[in-house]
């Protein structure tokens, strides 16, 4: 007996994988502070939860539309149109199990078997195994921090082949915090639009946390808005990542594609957190403007804290809640008398000697790099750099 090939070349998710070992090493009674996982610490706002409570007085206990209920994506459309000026229609947009299913179910319904798909350096871990379950091969553009971890037009259109179907990126981005800006969206539209049969998947999770400008959203560009993909969701903007409730804006052959897949995997999403999400989405996003403004501050201290650690580089995030710096001038060095290879080394260096989980940027398309999470309490985080800096600075 043995699984299916597209498993056995499936690799387990490196949060996940380090998450996992810290708990374990919790459970030992090692004081462990975990920076891994993109996960906000604050808890979903009271109004949804409300919302929620009030869907099951309702009797929401039943099967739910594939795409999602109707007042659902009728919030998302009034949502797409006020944050983002972008006109999708009801039968646009599709409801799924979080942001995650809205992206595979994209790439199920548009990628066949050696169809190239183009992913960005960084790129979030399940980018690539999405793509690898859709039988596709990964090509990536590589960035690093001298180009703020940013694709450029050139790079764009030379890795644009007559097998490629798809470009998939984020902004803000997992796990660099680099925000693409109106301009340089503009810039990257000119290589897309000589391309109509290239689709474009671009993932907003993060929309909402930012420190600057808001983001741009690529398909405000009228020329390309039928070849764009809008993918969001209530996990992080909303701290509701245990909901599931993620979705997505198309062309409607796209959108009809990704509902019939649906319908024969998991059907429509949790009755209770859409009838919760049709309240967090109507809401005015001044509502959860304190938690981007607590991950400001925390952006803001760490990146004072962490100029003074040994052989780190860094940029800083304009989005989201991570810092991604190079550490690529520890390799090779011996720390504690442990030899430094790569980032996975020093992950589990950190783990190990300093109880700090991160989480390497191997499995990110950029090994030079290490995540770190600054969705902590500042308490947690100051002890947590503490530990990093006499880790590797006495090390």
Same mark, same amino acid.
């Given at each position: ?17 380090? %998450? ?6 919790? *459970?030992? $009674? @090692? ?7 993109? &996960?906000? =610490? /604050? ?82 871990? %399940? ?6 379950? *859709?039988? $596709? @091969? ?7 921090? &001298?180009? =703020? /971890? ?246």
């Amino acid at each position: 007996m043995k699984l299916c090939n597209r498993l056995q070349n499936l690799k387990p998710s490196a949060t996940i994988v380090m %998450s996992s070992k810290a708990r374990e090493l919790k *459970a030992q $009674g @090692k004081d462990i502070i975990s920076l891994s996982l993109g &996960e906000p =610490d /604050f808890e979903t706002p009271d109004f949804i939860k409300e919302a929620a409570i009030q869907a099951i007085k309702d009797n929401y206990n039943h099967y739910t539309p594939v795409p999602g209920f109707v007042a659902l994506r009728e919030a998302i459309a009034e949502k797409f149109k006020r944050d983002n000026g972008l006109d999708y229609s009801i039968d646009q947009i599709v409801v799924s199990t979080g942001a995650k299913q809205s992206i595979y179910n994209v790439m199920q319904s548009l990628v066949d078997e050696g169809d190239e798909v183009i992913l960005p350096t960084p790129y979030w871990v %399940s980018y690539a195994d999405i793509v690898t379950l *859709a039988n $596709g @091969k990964v090509v990536e553009i590589k960035t690093g921090i &001298e180009q =703020d /971890f940013k694709m450029t037009p050139a790079q764009l259109e030379n890795a644009i082949t007559d097998k490629t179907k798809v470009l998939l990126y984020s902004s803000p981005c997992n796990p660099s915090g680099s925000v693409y800006s109106k301009s340089e969206l503009a810039a990257l539209v000119e290589v897309i639009k000589r391309y109509p049969d290239l689709v474009v998947i671009s993932d907003e999770i993060y929309e909402h946390i930012t420190y600057e400008d808001k983001i741009t959203s690529l398909a405000s560009f009228p020329e390309i808005y039928n070849q764009v993909v809008t993918v969001n969701g209530l996990s992080k903007a909303f701290a509701m990542t245990g909901w599931r409730i993620g979705y997505l804006g198309a062309n409607h052959l796209i959108a009809k594609g990704c509902a019939t897949l649906q319908g024969q995997v998991t059907s429509g999403a949790n009755a209770i957190a859409q009838r919760a999400a049709i309240t967090a989405l109507k809401a005015d996003p001044s509502e959860i403007q304190y938690m981007v403004d607590a991950f400001k501050e925390r952006r803001d201290m760490v990146m004072d804290i962490i100029q003074d650690i040994r052989g780190f580089t860094v940029h800083k995030p304009k989005g989201a809640f991570y810092i991604f710096p190079d550490v690529s001038d520890l390799f090779g060095k011996t720390l504690n008398g442990v030899l430094i290879n790569n980032a996975d080394d020093l992950a589990f260096y950190l783990l190990e000697h300093a109880h700090v989980a991160t989480v390497s940027g191997v499995s990110f398309g950029s090994p030079n790099c290490l995540r770190i999470s600054y969705a902590a309490s500042v308490e947690n985080l100051k002890e947590a750099f503490k530990r990093i800096k006499e880790a590797i600075n006495n090390g």
